[in-house]
């Protein structure tokens, strides 16, 4: 069942000839086309934390280089820390009155302090020596790193260099002549020379002594994992460990290279899962599994292999199993979606005052081909819409005549047995793979101010089926 259900089992060919799974594919509806993450454009709608569900804007997260300020990561095991609370006896100050009827009693009282724990690793803010807060959402102390400085200094000189470059590209879209830029080259730009950066030298820092004499201690030594959690400082021992913001999460929103909408919107609330627009493949494609292989398989014996399709639309739906496109037919394809391609592409100057350009994806040929013929009937099936309530109704579907190789039918699903033949000249070991081209019927919804009624459309998609290895006895 495991083997039935994989990803990579059941592949459909994307618009740009990219093969995925069904789950990883997206719709358009106003293309009519598959898209894949290639073909999509991948824009970041909004920052959140997702510890404390804290909706942060843009222009903020960027100031805080996108970190949250309240949450910390454990720098052990990088999971959350937590603050818990504890009591401390610290000693009364000057200013602080004792009351009457504890004026016997010592100068000290009892105050409730926060640290930060782990409850994974049981790391605690203690162990490297940072002092409790009295409040849990106090300013923890940060540890302060010998470049820090230097650090700052060049990103304002890099942040000044990035607004004189975008300033000078401006004036030149508004220049109808070209004028010969400021930097001809990058490093010009930067500040840097070829000189400085291909610089090399063999003189470096000698190993300490220690380092052969001292046996080593693995339980003080940080890992990897820890080092680069920490670029700035990436410590060696483990005592220097300190906190770190948590990094902002995203919503991010999918928008079509070809037509330029929105395939995936989600909702600004952090805490929802829910979205706006979701034209996920699955919700618009017919669904297809395997349900039966053949328990050997063989080169040159002919199988029986049994696929169950799906209706994932409201709408009836006709299904037609045709051959793949041969090379010819493939090429005509391309060179028809480079066509379309070009003529959608808006214009520079148009996309420069507007929003910037999405590159589309150059459709190319599947790399992968079929090593089994198999054969494809003649017509075609009808398969119902989707009823969610049919599967808890009780009544008896009414008898539909179905052609033979149709196995059975349940609410929106039928079963149908086609028969396959691996190649003679396929090597023990090797991967038996059929491909088809399916035909189905789309109803959209979308309307077209021309038309008020949904249109009716023939789509196609191919589809390859890895039926398993070729049987080792021949």
Not at 180 to 201: C, E, F, N, W
Not at 282 to 300: F, Q, T
Request: glycine share 2%.
């Amino acid at each position: 069942m495991a083997h039935f259900l994989a990803n990579t089992t059941v592949q459909y060919v994307c618009a740009c000839g990219i093969m995925n799974p069904l789950t990883k594919l997206f719709f358009c509806r106003h293309c009519l086309a598959l898209r894949c993450d290639f073909c999509l454009c991948h824009e970041v709608d909004s920052h959140f934390c997702y510890n404390c569900v804290e909706n942060i804007p843009s222009t903020e997260a960027k100031l805080k280089k996108y970190k949250c300020s309240s949450c910390f990561d454990c720098p052990s095991c990088q999971h959350t820390l937590s603050a818990r609370a504890t009591n401390v006896t610290v000693p009364r100050k000057g200013d602080e009155e004792a009351p009457k009827e504890d004026a016997k009693q010592p100068a000290v009282i009892t105050r409730k302090m926060y640290y930060l724990a782990c409850l994974a690793c049981r790391w605690t803010s203690r162990d490297v020596g940072i002092p409790d807060q009295t409040v849990a959402t106090g300013s923890w102390p940060e540890s302060e790193y010998a470049n820090a400085t230097r650090f700052a200094l060049l990103m304002e000189h890099f942040q000044a260099v990035v607004l004189r470059d975008k300033q000078e590209r401006q004036d030149y879209l508004r220049r109808k002549s070209p004028k010969q830029h400021k930097y001809p080259s990058l490093t010009d730009r930067t500040g840097l020379t070829v000189s400085m950066i291909r610089l090399a030298t063999e003189e470096v820092d000698q190993l300490p002594d220690s380092i052969f004499t001292e046996p080593v201690n693995l339980r003080e030594l940080t890992t990897i994992k820890q080092k680069l959690s920490q670029p700035a400082g990436q410590p060696s021992c483990v005592r220097d460990l300190f906190p770190q913001h948590k990094s902002l999460s995203i919503k991010r929103s999918l928008r079509c290279r070809q037509c330029e909408h929105n395939v995936i919107k989600p909702e600004f609330n952090p805490s929802s899962i829910k979205y706006r627009i979701q034209l996920f493949a699955s919700h618009h494609v017919p669904e297809i599994r395997i349900v039966a292989l053949p328990e050997k398989l063989e080169g040159g014996v002919g199988v029986k292999i049994q696929l169950k399709f799906s209706n994932p639309t409201i709408h009836d739906m006709t299904v037609a199993l045709k051959e793949l496109p041969s090379t010819d037919e493939e090429t005509a394809i391309i060179e028809e979606m480079k066509k379309v391609a070009v003529s959608s592409t808006p214009s520079s100057l148009n996309a420069s005052l507007s929003r910037q350009v999405s590159l589309t994806e150059e459709p190319r040929f599947v790399n992968k081909g079929t090593t089994a013929k198999v054969e494809l009937p003649e017509m075609p099936f009808v398969l119902p819409h989707r009823d969610d309530s049919a599967e808890f109704d009780e009544e008896m579907q009414l008898p539909r005549e179905d052609p033979k190789f149709v196995v059975w039918r349940r609410a929106n699903r039928a079963c149908i047995e086609l028969s396959c033949e691996p190649q003679d000249n396929l090597a023990p070991g090797a991967e038996v793979i059929i491909g088809f081209t399916v035909q189905y019927s789309y109803v959209n919804t979308v309307q077209v101010p021309e038309k008020k009624d949904p249109q009716t459309h023939n789509l196609t998609t191919r589809v390859y089926i890895n039926c398993g290895k070729l049987s080792g006895e021949q």
